[in-house]
């Protein structure tokens, strides 16, 4: 009976994540909210978006903010195996060539574009990338993982 009970739970727990597919989770934002998140290419049926070495992937992010912003920086982590490793962008400053225009204000909502070129030097391995729009104080507006494989 024990097994049957446990057999059910994981079927249970299964058949919700066939129906859900790709789960963009909040992985700490302070003083915003996304309230949609868009990778090119992505399908979101799957529980992992496919990168593809030698390409460029869209990232957008819709977000609100709870207080008024003076600046935005983006940090972008790869996750693998437990282990932060930092990804370095061309440009982190957010204000500049993402669609946001600094300062921001928490009564309207946001759209942030930004372009992550996958380059073939990366490994073939699923990785969670940990996308983050920090403040001028260092705190998370919004942080956003995906689920992600580099193929």
Not at 121 to 132: D, F, S
Not at 141 to 149: G, L, M, N, S
């Amino acid at each position: 009976m024990k097994q049957f009970v446990i057999f059910i739970l994981l079927w249970g727990l299964l058949a919700n994540c066939a129906v859900y597919g790709l789960q963009f989770t909040d992985c700490g934002s302070k003083t915003g909210k996304f309230t949609n998140v868009y990778v090119s290419d992505c399908d979101t049926t799957k529980h992992e978006c496919i990168l593809k070495r030698e390409s460029n992937v869209t990232i957008v992010i819709d977000f609100t903010l709870a207080e008024n912003v003076n600046a935005v920086k983006t940090v972008v982590h790869g996750k693998v195996m437990g282990v932060e490793m930092p990804f370095n962008l061309q440009n982190p400053d957010a204000c500049i060539g993402s669609g946001l225009i600094c300062p921001l204000s928490k009564t309207e909502t946001y759209v942030y574009t930004a372009v992550l070129p996958v380059l073939k030097a990366y490994p073939k391995v699923n990785v969670i990338v940990k996308w983050e729009l920090k403040d001028e104080h260092e705190d998370d507006i919004v942080c956003v993982e995906i689920p992600a494989k580099i193929q």
